[in-house]
């Protein structure tokens, strides 16, 4: 699978580890920025061309990483086509993509170890959508506002 990586600072350490993982797990790694550790940067330019390059190539997904992952879920968030979702846990990267559908996963760098951080991300890359009529209707609602918008 192809995976687009963003992050800043904060999350410098842990997409540098995420790159040299998931290469070797065989996926495409798209390393998105910051290609330098910079103590001042900002999140935004980098999560935003992330998710830009996951919904020009459907399959993919995304992973914005940051302090907290919050910043870098909310500026994913506003390119039209990318749902971000916060994952704090196996389980919730998990829901992520069982009931969201979600193409970008946020993660907080400051909030687990390397290792942890890592199992989380494997658990979003490799959970599938259920596809459950429910799930499909909600995410609809939240395209349909995306298209008015
Ligand atoms: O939501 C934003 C992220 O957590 C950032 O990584 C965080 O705000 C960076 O904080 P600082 O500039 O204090 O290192």
């Known amino acids: ?9 904060a999350g410098y350490e842990l997409k540098t580890h995420l790159a040299s993982v998931l290469s070797k797990e065989g996926h495409e790694v798209v390393d998105c920025g910051p290609h330098a550790y910079d103590a001042e940067d900002d999140y935004p330019p ?3 061309d992330a998710g830009e390059r996951v919904v020009a190539d459907p399959g993919s997904l995304g992973v914005v990483i940051g302090g907290s992952g919050n910043g870098e879920q909310i ?6 086509g990318v749902r971000a979702a916060l994952a704090w846990s196996v389980e919730t990267a998990q829901l992520a993509r069982e009931h969201n559908d979600a193409n970008v996963v946020g993660i907080g ?3 687990h170890t390397l290792d942890g951080a890592t ?13 459950v009529d429910r799930h499909i209707r909600r995410i609809a609602l939240i395209s349909d506002y995306e298209k008015r918008s």
């Open 119 to 131: 199992e989380i991300v494997t658990a979003f890359l490799t959970t599938q959508f259920s596809g």
């Open 1 to 9: 699978m192809r995976v687009y990586l963003g992050a800043d600072h």
């Open 109 to 111: 760098a400051r909030m």
């Open 75 to 80: 500026a994913a968030n506003k390119v039209v």
């Open 46 to 48: 980098f999560c935003i």
